[in-house]
């Protein structure tokens, strides 16, 4: 299961430069893409130094192709586990290196594929598919890049109309940029998700207190990022995991100290929504789930077992062998040579240290920070053959020996900790959800129903009466008629698009070739037989509605369907239908299910309220169109029903609309507020009903 996951979860990334290659052996190759990679680690380093990644973190190795049609790049591969931010970071930080290095030509997809346009579905041109959009899409220059098919003989001398190679991809993107630069609605909605970053990098972040032991403590004072792993091994816990737990052997309940720790909102939620109950036998013992003290000895004592777990399988891997070099070597032991230097040369010009003075404290932690993630850059390659949870294990293992734990101050500082962040965030009310499906679907959140949504949820009338007031029932009319008219294929139902020359095009063979005959006079018939203005002018309704024109020939060639001048071959067949339609609806009028359809005529006051001949009521059922709904008035029909005369007088059509919207909204109130067919129908036309007044008060 957790292999599974990884697999589902895993985004690939690729940075093509500009440089040209030939005549360059494979050690040549690589040290011009390890100069690029510094370059490109020092402009995004102040984004990630601090960054706490959910599984894995952002890093690119050098690749030297085989294949003859590949090119050689800078590759990357994270697994971001549970927390998309993490993917659409990684997006983030593409889009800064390509916009500060134009050389460089970025592309990215995950498990899905194109996840980029899949932000973007709604406003992708019809010939995008999964199939065809293997090799063009790119990150360039700092926006979004599609290669186009061509729309002429001459763009097939630079645009490719199959499936294209990665070289001759990136070769397009960099000679005809204004032609693969996608257009403005595909390019906003990629950059919503984007534009939110570095920003949301800070509110992901959440603060809170826990109690632990004080070594625990002193370590994640030293290496924060080390919270991510714990947490991940504590959540995928198995039993041979919970078997090392049963005796914590390196981090008992021992010099308990409260401390601040840092989360992720998603690595929080992982640890607070699991319940777990500790072994006796570890010797933690949690305070009564009403104590205020609860929260803080619950979220530390699950770290304390997320580390032991850790250790546990390092211990496991080790089998008595001494740890790699690269985990025992110290950060400040790889900070050396040129390439560090010119690392640490990028950073001050990209102003990492703030200008603080060499040797200040600021300075002293933001070094040490860049040691540490320059040291994950240069172990990268190696850390990568080995077990994503066994490494962290070597290091806590390392940082038992060497860390300082000094109990005192850290019993001194829990006196002053900042206050814990609020985790309100992890509530979410119907409004607040809704409000988030329509802002993924690019539509405007109903801010109104968010607003008023205390009052909603307690049935208050003056919310209700909001409510009644903006919905407007003929819209539900309106917006069924539209989707029963619309064009519906094998993919479904599809509403007439807005133009643009990105639709299919209708073609029937017979009836072009008809078309031609009349044209070109091979055909000695009639040119104006029934048969004839039947199939050009269906072949010309077929092109205008599939185009979404409503131009006046449009409106002309439906007036003429509908009893304007002309041959009347397809009017009278028309005429017969309406006929044995109307006919058929005369003797359905007769049995229990005619009687359940709302005629016109019958009063409307209440849609949910009908008198029934079994229960006449003869103040509500006068009616100034017809005779009255009383039962002598229903007797009376009757016996003319018997004796065949005055029929056609007490016949009444059906009021479509009425019983549409009355089936509609009963539909609607019988899901109980939970998903249905009614429902859905509803949301994805824009049609929200508001609550009703009944059930409010239930």
Sequence with gaps: METANHVQNVAEYDLYTNISFEGKNDEEIKSCLLDYLDSCMANISPFLVDYIWQRDSFHLTPVIPVAPDSLPRLHGVTDFGDNIDDEWFLVFLLYQLTAAMPELVASVH??????????????????????????????????????????????????????????????????????????????????????????????????????????????????????????????????????????????????????????????????????????????????????S????????????????????????????????????????????????E??????????????????????????????????????????????????????????????HCDITQLKNEEKNLPKPDSDRWMELDLEELDDMIAKAAGKAPRSAAVSNKSKAARGQKSGGQTDEMDFDPGKVTESLKSFVDAVSGLKGAEFPAGGGGMEDVAFNPEEFEQAMRNILALDF????????????????????????????????????????????GCHGDDEGIRELMEQMDRELARTEVGKSFEREGQAKDDL???????????????????????????????????????????????????????????????QQGLAGPASNILYSMGVHVPMNADDGDR
């Design 608 to 670: 949910a309220t009908h008198p029934t001949m079994e229960q006449p009521n003869h103040e509500n059922g006068m009616d100034t169109h017809g005779p009255s709904h009383s039962t002598t008035g229903r007797d009376n029909h009757q016996e003319l029903r018997d004796d065949g005369e005055e029929e056609d007088d007490e016949y009444r059509p059906v009021e479509v609309d009425v019983n549409l919207l009355k089936n509609i909204l009963e539909s609607y109130s019988s």
């Design 525 to 568: 018939r009639a040119p104006n037989t029934a048969d004839d203005s039947d199939s050009d002018s269906d072949l010309m309704r077929d092109k205008d509605y599939q185009s979404g024109d409503d131009t006046d020939d449009d409106d002309e060639y439906h007036d003429a369907e509908s009893g304007g001048s002309g041959d009347g």
């Design 293 to 340: 003290k609860f929260k803080s000895a619950d979220l530390g004592m699950k770290l304390a077992h997320g580390f032991e777990i850790l250790c546990s399988r390092c211990h496991g891997n080790r089998k008595d062998a001494d740890p790699p070099d690269i985990i025992t070597s110290e950060p400040e032991d790889l900070a050396t040579g040129a390439r560090w």
């Design 110 to 291: 995950d498990s899905d594929g194109e996840f980029l346009l899949i932000e973007a579905a709604y406003h992708l041109p019809k010939w995008m598919e999964p199939e065809t959009s293997i090799n063009r899409v790119f990150i360039y220059n700092g926006e979004l890049h599609i290669i186009p098919k061509p729309g002429s003989p001459a763009e097939l001398a630079f645009l490719p109309a199959g499936v294209p190679s990665i070289s001759h991809a990136v070769e397009v993107v960099r000679k005809h940029s204004q032609k693969t630069l996608a257009k403005p609605s595909i390019r906003e909605a990629v950059r919503a998700r984007v534009n939110e970053f570095p920003a949301k990098v800070q509110s992901n972040f959440h603060h809170t207190h826990c109690l632990m032991p004080a070594k625990l403590a002193a370590i994640l004072k030293h290496q924060p990022g080390l919270i991510s792993p714990a947490v991940e091994a504590f959540y995928q816990r198995d039993p041979i995991d919970l078997k090392a737990c049963r005796i914590m052997k390196r981090f008992a309940p021992e010099n308990l100290v409260t401390s601040q720790v840092k989360f992720t909102r998603c690595l929080y939620a992982q640890l607070v929504q699991q319940p777990f109950q500790p072994d006796r036998r570890s010797g933690w013992k949690l305070p009564s789930p009403t104590s």
């Design 342 to 403: 010119k690392f640490l040369q990028s950073l001050t010009e990209k102003g990492f240290f703030r200008g603080e003075l060499e040797g200040s404290k600021l300075y002293n932690k933001l070094i040490k920070s860049a040691k540490q993630f320059y040291a994950s850059i240069v172990t990268g390659n190696e850390q990568t053959s080995q077990s994503w949870l066994g490494e962290p294990g070597h290091q806590i293992m390392k940082l038992l020996e060497t860390v």
